[in-house]
């Protein structure tokens, strides 16, 4: 769940309202705003110019003119002069992109909820998350409230150089050539598409390179490499795997890099009646969709005794209870 601050009436994804009316409104607004990004509008939106309809062509006139109207009145466009509407708060927008783009990767899922329960449908199979928007939305709320966190316990590991696997597009060791004095940071992702939107970024730059690899076939990534990382990091990459998945994959970094340590940024997992105590938190919503997906959210012992058997030991925990993340480093 996100929530986007700022806006007057307060964009809520998946939260439980406290009326019928406000929860009609969350909606109605959501599924709007989803609307506008599937026509390629949401983007000018947040622009200084914003978005004039009568000037547009390719669009029904009188149907985006009722839907800017009904963003106006709740306070999350403004009108500046006649016919012409943009964000209220242009500062703001990114996270409201965010929002969107995280409610339109489980839209699906969501909507087609009771086929899943039922079990009419698969997860994974008929019925899956728009991976493309889990993506767009990850990164910027990743950035946003993990990576300073992530990058303080990685500097109390004195470690010189750093592997990021799963990198994405390599935004975190982007941002940790920005704030560190590292001297080599290498992001490795499966998704050549990923890689190639990393490097038009221009992530790949100074001391960080990016490769294309398999986590689970790591000695060729390896072989192009200069020198031996000594850590390696996985920021919410483990837990779209089974415990089999995680063993080959801690299997393969051993064989690779035998002597460096892994930094594992992940979810902390709270039952449900620690869950009600942070109900003004998002992790109900959190644990949800990874729910929802086939995500395995563990604690920090479940943690620990997998990367036990796979040889790895616990160095050193961090929590970050504000966002229910957790850092755990790992010396084999």
Not at 37 to 44: F, I, M, P, R, S
Not at 208 to 222: K, N, P
Not at 231 to 246: A, N, Q, Y
């Amino acid at each position: 769940m996100l929530r986007v601050a700022g806006y007057g009436n307060t964009v809520g994804l998946w939260r439980h309202s406290k009326t019928l009316a406000s929860s009609v409104r969350n909606h109605a607004v959501l599924d709007v705003l989803i609307a506008l990004e599937k026509c390629g509008l949401l983007a000018q939106l947040g622009t200084q110019h914003g978005v004039t309809p009568a000037a547009l062509a390719g669009f029904d006139a009188v149907q985006l003119k009722a839907a800017l109207e009904y963003l106006t009145e709740v306070e999350i466009l403004e009108q500046l002069g006649r016919g012409h509407f943009r964000v209220r708060k242009l500062r703001e927008f990114p996270r409201l992109r965010s929002a969107v783009y995280a409610a339109m990767a489980y839209n699906r899922p969501i909507r087609q909820l009771h086929r899943l329960i039922r079990g009419d449908d698969r997860y994974g199979a008929e019925i899956s998350r728009d991976d493309q928007y889990d993506a767009m939305a990850s990164e910027d709320i990743t950035s946003r409230f993990y990576y300073g966190f992530a990058t303080r316990t990685l500097l109390g590991t004195n470690g010189a150089s750093v592997l990021d696997l799963g990198c994405g597009t390599g935004a975190f060791p982007a941002y940790l050539a920005r704030h560190t004095d590292l001297t080599e940071l290498i992001g490795v992702d499966v998704s050549e598409r990923a890689i190639a939107e990393g490097r038009r970024r221009g992530h790949e730059s100074g001391p960080v390179r990016l490769l294309v690899g398999d986590a689970m076939a790591l000695e060729s990534t390896a072989a192009k490499l200069k020198s031996t990382p000594e850590i390696v990091s996985m920021m919410f990459v483990l837990h779209e795997f089974d415990d089999e998945g995680v063993e080959r994959i801690l299997g393969s970094i051993h064989r690779a890099f035998p002597l460096a340590r892994i930094l594992l940024t992940e979810m902390i997992l709270r039952e449900t009646e620690e869950a009600l105590a942070r109900n003004n938190t998002a992790l109900p919503e959190l644990r949800y969709v990874h729910q929802l997906s086939g995500q395995v959210v563990r604690s920090r012992d479940q943690w620990v005794h997998l990367f036990d058997r796979s040889s790895y030991r616990l160095d050193r925990r961090d929590e970050h209870q504000l966002s229910n993340t957790q850092c755990l480093v790992f010396s084999g």
